[in-house]
């Protein structure tokens, strides 16, 4: 282990620092450049335009690592008292030797001294009650940062879905922007009245925002969310368009609808007009784009509601899918929808991945769209035509009484599925024979089955559910998603082996007000024989994929195996090898290394990995569990590695790392 929880600050002489150095400029720096963020900075949630989660700095090494210590902490819990959900989701931004993030629920903008944790400045949002109503309060995930005239500005989208233009270096509103710094996205989302303070009216629908925005050739592209779709009860809500600003001045340049109206592209794959009143299909999950194709990549999730979609038949346009968006007209250039009628919860929740890659001898600008199916839906980011064949293959037909499926879904033939698709009685646990009993005894109860297995009736048959792998918080997912290293074209994504049974129930037994035949509450777990997994190891996993040829790599699990795992009572005496952690990994790549830590839930530990091998290369205490995905810059010739980390004492902080300053 390194020196863990080391607490110095080390205020050091510009002298010192200056002895430290930084590497020079090299062939990836300038690929940076042209991503959009210079080298040892960060300027987007995702690095840069390409959504890399990359950094070219080398600082830290192979050589070094284990000697890393703690720089700084942050608190954020502060930021919210005595709240319900004191999680840290914010990944920060460095940019012009600052560091900016946002905290608790009521998403307050903080900048940050990034060489000892100092808070610079702060803004906040003045209450309303559409930020009372706001379910995603503290989901948060950042910023977005611009320059204009010379001036940096931080862009800011409230969960009370209010747009921000502030000024980099004070945090005071530009009053220019908007009215007086502020724009109501919710006027320009469609044909709806609302009231400024009281947002929609709730019989109308409802609509918030977890993602910083994406600023790109003088647009401000904004995203939103709605209530997770496994808690709704009723059909109606209003969909989550996609909205374009001018960076200067906050005027609205275009909407997109994502349920095409009448008359628009896509409309005729929503059967019996359920366009005119299904919602949701927002896009939740950070965007990327390509300033120089002047496109925007957007990420979409399923309509209202997640598990039941009998009253919208059809395949239902542009609901999980990945759509290139002109950037100044908001017209749609290319889509493709990775499900067709999504009644399983597979949203698309990570970032699509931009790189420049060599297939079969020539050179290809792809996007990589890794999901929870565990597929990676690799396609020309120009065109959206698919770099390896997709196929249209059969899958299994729902039994729910008004249940409409489609016959078929989309299969990447390359790269090969990368975490456990499907359940059978092969994958339950084998450890001992008692605890193989069990899980098979357990399963009886359900409908096992492949990918796309459709979700069932409560009851029907005898049987609890059916239970698809992976499930919702299974496959990639968004609290580790996939950093891509742009100089060698291979990705690097974090799954856990997670699967789901929603229960589908009479929607007038769970809210007497549901106007649905069925819903379900919650994603529906499984659990398995006395609290252990019901399937075999690996638990989590990182898998590296080289997107030159679609081949796999290697794939390792996650971490190591936990505690409550390894000294299970049911396994004294078993020798069940490293099952990996129980959490999505958060990792980053830099020039020498991938460094992950081991999520939510898991131990507080940051690894490094060698990235050609996955070889493990050592590890690190860290004071808390990660959240969220990490970040690295360079300042005054220090390379500083940021988590955001939560747990206990703990809550909602971000912890620097960085080598010893002696």
């Known amino acids: 282990m390194g020196k863990g929880f080391s607490t110095r600050l080390g205020w050091l002489t510009a002298a010192m620092l200056v002895f430290v150095g930084s590497a020079a400029p090299?062939?990836?720096?300038?690929?940076?450049?042209?991503?959009?963020?210079?080298?040892?900075?960060?300027?987007?949630?995702?690095?840069?335009?390409?959504?890399?989660?990359?950094?070219?700095?080398?600082?830290?090494?192979?050589?070094?690592?284990?000697?890393?210590?703690?720089?700084?902490?942050?608190?954020?819990?502060?930021?919210?008292?005595g709240g319900p959900d004191p999680l840290l989701r914010s990944t920060p931004i460095y940019v012009d030797g600052k560091l900016y993030t946002v905290a608790g629920s009521r998403r307050t903008v903080i900048s940050i001294d990034p060489a000892n944790g100092e808070t610079l400045w702060t803004f906040r949002e003045g209450p309303t009650k559409r930020w009372e109503d706001s379910m995603r309060q503290n989901y948060g995930k950042g910023v977005g940062y611009a320059e204009v005239d010379g001036r940096g500005r931080i862009y800011l989208i409230t969960p009370a879905?209010?747009?921000?233009?502030?000024?980099?270096?004070?945090?005071?509103?530009?009053?220019?922007?908007?009215?007086?710094?502020?724009?109501?996205?919710?006027?320009?989302?469609?044909?709806?009245?609302?009231?400024?303070e009281d947002g929609l009216p709730p019989e109308v629908g409802y609509i918030t925002n977890s993602t910083p925005p994406v600023i790109v050739n003088g647009v401000v592209v904004v995203g939103n969310s709605h209530e997770q779709g496994y808690y709704q009860t009723r059909k109606e809500n209003v969909p989550g368009n996609i909205m374009g600003y001018d960076m200067v001045t906050g005027a609205h340049k275009w909407t997109f609808n994502v349920i095409p109206q009448e008359g628009e592209f896509g409309n005729d794959t929503w059967l019996s007009d359920a366009w005119s009143y299904t919602g949701n299909v927002s896009a939740w999950a950070p965007m990327s784009a390509d300033p120089e194709l002047g496109l925007v990549y957007v990420g979409t999730d399923p309509p209202t509601i997640d598990y039941f979609g009998g009253f919208h038949p059809g395949d239902n346009l542009f609901a999980t899918s990945i759509l290139a968006l002109d950037v100044q007209t908001g017209e749609r250039r290319w889509h493709f929808q990775t499900v067709h009628h999504d009644i399983w919860n597979y949203d698309n929740p990570a970032q699509p991945n931009l790189l420049d890659v060599t297939?079969?001898?020539?050179?290809?600008?792809?996007?990589?769209?890794?999901?929870k199916q565990s597929f990676v839906y690799v396609l020309d980011r120009e065109t959206g035509e698919p770099i390896w064949p997709i196929e249209e293959r059969p899958v299994p037909q729902t039994e729910v009484p008004g249940e409409w499926t489609s016959p078929t879904q989309p299969f990447p033939t390359?790269?090969?599925?990368?975490?456990?698709?499907?359940?059978?009685?092969?994958?339950?646990i084998d450890f001992t024979p008692a605890l193989r009993a069990e899980a098979l005894e357990i399963a009886s109860r359900y409908r096992l089955g492949p990918l796309f297995n459709p979700p069932r009736v409560t009851g029907q048959d005898g049987l609890i559910a059916s239970v698809h792998c992976p499930g919702a918080n299974g496959g990639t997912n968004i609290p580790g998603g996939t950093v891509a290293d742009p100089e060698t074209g291979i990705i690097y994504t974090s799954t856990q082996r997670a699967c789901s049974a929603p229960q589908l129930q009479p929607g007038v037994d769970v809210d007497p007000d549901s106007n649905v035949d069925f819903v379900s509450v919650g994603p529906g777990g499984v659990r398995g024989p006395q609290g252990l997994p019901l399937w075999k190891p690996p638990y989590a996993s990182i898998t590296a994929i080289d997107m030159n040829s679609g081949d796999i790599l290697w794939s390792i699990p996650n971490g190591f195996t936990p505690d409550e795992i390894k000294n299970h009572p049911a396994l004294r005496g078993v020798d069940i090898g490293n099952t990996g952690s129980l959490g999505h990994a958060t990792a980053i790549a830099t020039k020498t290394l991938l460094m992950y830590a081991e999520g939510r839930g898991a131990a507080p530990l940051l690894h490094a990995v060698d990235k050609a091998t996955g070889k493990h290369l050592g590890s690190v205490a860290i004071p808390a569990p990660t959240i969220t995905a990490p970040m690295s810059y360079m300042?005054?010739?220090?390379q500083y590695i940021v988590l955001s980390v939560g747990s206990g004492d703990l809550p909602g902080s971000l912890v620097a790392l960085r080598l010893p300053q002696d």
Request: proline share 6%; net charge negative; glycine share 10%.
């Open 26 to 81: 090299d062939a990836v720096a300038g690929q940076q450049v042209d991503r959009g963020t210079p080298r040892g900075e960060w300027r987007s949630w995702g690095a840069d335009d390409y959504a890399t989660r990359y950094s070219p700095l080398d600082q830290i090494n192979a050589d070094n690592f284990d000697q890393l210590e703690v720089a700084w902490i942050w608190r954020g819990d502060n930021y919210s008292p």
């Open 161 to 196: 879905f209010f747009l921000w233009a502030l000024d980099a270096e004070t945090g005071r509103p530009i009053e220019s922007f908007g009215e007086g710094g502020q724009v109501d996205l919710i006027d320009n989302l469609g044909p709806w009245e609302h009231d400024r």
């Open 359 to 371: 297939v079969d001898g020539v050179p290809r600008k792809i996007l990589a769209q890794t999901s």
């Open 414 to 428: 390359r790269p090969a599925a990368y975490e456990m698709q499907g359940l059978s009685v092969e994958d339950l």
């Open 635 to 638: 300042h005054d010739g220090v």
